[in-house]
């Protein structure tokens, strides 16, 4: 599985952001897919996930602010990033889980201006 992120840059603080993150290559039975975010100095943190079936998970922090979608037919995850912060400045990762197995995309930044 290969995972495409697109979107991110640089906002002001109160502004919106969206992510996208295609999966390609063999992309059958992917249970998980989600956002994991790394700030600098910092450990990585689970954003949200989204199960084949829609069931969701959002990290410390960002419930209510931000929504996470599944398309499983473009085999796309999407993060919409609302009211965002300073401290939501991170690298973002796509992420996705197959037959148990984790897989990761590229890092896209997201710059939260104050």
């Known amino acids: 599985v290969q995972l495409q992120a697109s979107g991110g840059g640089l906002v002001q603080t109160g502004g919106s952001l969206g992510l996208s993150c295609a999966a390609s290559?063999?992309?059958?039975?992917?249970?998980?897919m989600g956002w994991h975010r790394q700030a600098p100095g910092k450990q990585r943190e689970l954003v949200a996930t989204?199960?084949?079936?829609?069931?969701?998970n959002y990290g410390y922090g960002v419930k209510g602010r931000f929504t996470i979608s599944r398309d499983n037919e473009k085999n796309t995850v999407y993060l919409q990033m609302n009211s965002l912060k300073p401290e939501d400045t991170a690298v973002y990762y796509c992420?996705?889980?197959?037959?148990?197995?984790?897989?990761w995309g590229k890092g896209t930044l997201v710059t939260v201006s104050s």
């Open positions: 992420h996705a889980v197959q037959f148990q197995v984790g897989f």
């Open positions: 290559g063999s992309v059958f039975s992917i249970a998980l």
């Open positions: 989204i199960t084949h079936d829609g069931e969701i």
